[in-house]
């Protein structure tokens, strides 16, 4: 078995692990009845998935095919108009853009530095789930809250440390920003904003 290959079945036997952590927690999350609460904590469920991205896969194709996978699945739902109704929201394509911006990522800046695309992910799938969390005990409608505001910058800011030190406090405050802004989804600005500005600040 050549080296490649190699790599990419041990990837694929943890990615299955993974996958079976992430099925987990949306068939759990059906028994609760805050539709925005249970969004987030599939959104936390990818985190060990980001990590062994950042520090165990030895390639970038296991975790991009099964960011694919999930973007198609959770598609079909919208386009059939049978979205699941305990995280999905009709013309809400939110978890569609989460799982669609990893996978690009992840496949895109593999050589240049992963780990730089993987604080961006955990930016989004833990700092904007901390924030969506908090938000919830203020509004229940969608939208933004300053108390989200501070769980993002708070929770980025020691993503951003632990990872990327001095620089990475700098990508914290830009993903805060990314994630206010009203104009494009925060799925996909919150991590294209942090590695754009990522590639720009790290030497």
């Not at 005990?137 to 001095?166: D, N, P, Q, S």
Request: with cysteine.
């Amino acid at each position: 078995m050549n080296t490649f290959l190699g790599d990419f079945v041990n990837d694929f036997v943890l990615a299955i692990g993974l996958f079976l952590l992430i099925l987990a927690t949306v068939y759990l999350t059906r028994f609760l009845d805050n539709i925005w609460v249970n969004r987030k904590m599939i959104h936390l469920s990818v985190s060990p998935a980001v990590y062994s991205y950042m520090y165990i896969f030895r390639e970038p194709y296991v975790f991009f095919m099964f960011g694919v996978l999930f973007t198609l699945v959770l598609t079909i739902p919208h386009l059939r108009s049978k979205e699941l109704s305990w995280f999905q929201e009709k013309r809400n394509y939110g978890e569609v853009f989460f799982c669609l911006s990893f996978s690009a990522l992840s496949i895109l800046f593999w050589d240049h530095t992963r780990i730089l695309t993987g604080v961006a992910m955990l930016f989004m799938a833990i700092g904007d789930s901390v924030t969506g969390i908090v938000r919830s005990r203020f509004i229940k409608e969608r939208g933004k809250h300053w108390t989200g505001t501070i769980a993002m910058l708070t929770t980025c800011l020691i993503i951003g440390y632990v990872f990327l030190g001095i620089d990475g406090l700098i990508l914290a405050v830009i993903a805060t920003l990314a994630e206010y802004q009203p104009w494009l989804d925060d799925n996909l600005s919150v991590p294209i904003a942090t590695v754009i500005s990522g590639l720009l600040i790290l030497k």
